[in-house]
């Protein structure tokens, strides 16, 4: 990539970052493109879609839960393992409104950009699951995609009542109580 059309890249991702994280997922993509100093033919040759950009835009988050799936796959805990990591998903999910709702469709959609982000996801809240289920500490019925489902179910009530800042809190632990055997 040219240095000029890499500092768009960049600046197209600052844009969209900040626009997400202000007016949900939705934002007009030509106001992310007017506020990178670029026209939105310039934003489309770099993200075709906005499923494009929002893939691009969560990859830092991606690695970050990533990251912290792996430094939890050894606790002694694995239970308390598996929820940490599913409170961190939430929390991921709530930080921009319209993402939850992006993902569920993503993984119904395996062509989406998005199945990008939630594939690595998925396999590595299987690993959790698979280790918690070994230990007896959640039933074997339970799968990894009914969890993700769960968890962005969650974040979505979370983003319709922002004011009640617990309710991510309170509906995961309702939810647990269910996984365990």
Request: charged share 25%; hydrophobic share 45%; glycine share 6%.
């Amino acid at each position: 990539m040219r240095a000029d059309a890499r500092r768009n890249h960049e600046r197209l991702l600052t844009e969209a970052r900040a626009a997400f994280a202000r007016q949900g997922t939705d934002a007009p993509l030509e106001e992310i493109a007017r506020r990178a100093g670029v026209g939105i033919g310039t934003l489309y040759r770099h993200f075709p879609t906005r499923a494009e950009l929002l893939n691009a835009v969560f990859q830092e988050a991606l690695a970050e839960l990533l990251d912290r799936s792996r430094d939890l796959a050894g606790a002694d805990a694995p239970c308390r393992a598996l929820v940490e990591w599913l409170r961190a998903l939430i929390t991921h999910a709530v930080e921009y409104r319209g993402l939850a709702h992006a993902l569920m469709s993503a993984s119904y959609d395996r062509s989406s950009a998005l199945a990008r982000c939630s594939d690595p996801l998925r396999a590595a809240g299987e690993r959790l699951l698979g280790r918690a289920q070994e230990a007896g500490q959640v039933r074997a019925d339970v799968s990894i995609g009914d969890l993700m489902q769960l968890t962005n179910a969650i974040a979505l009530a979370a983003e319709q009542c922002p004011e009640d800042t617990l309710l991510a809190d309170r509906l995961l632990a309702l939810t647990l109580r269910g996984l365990k055997d």
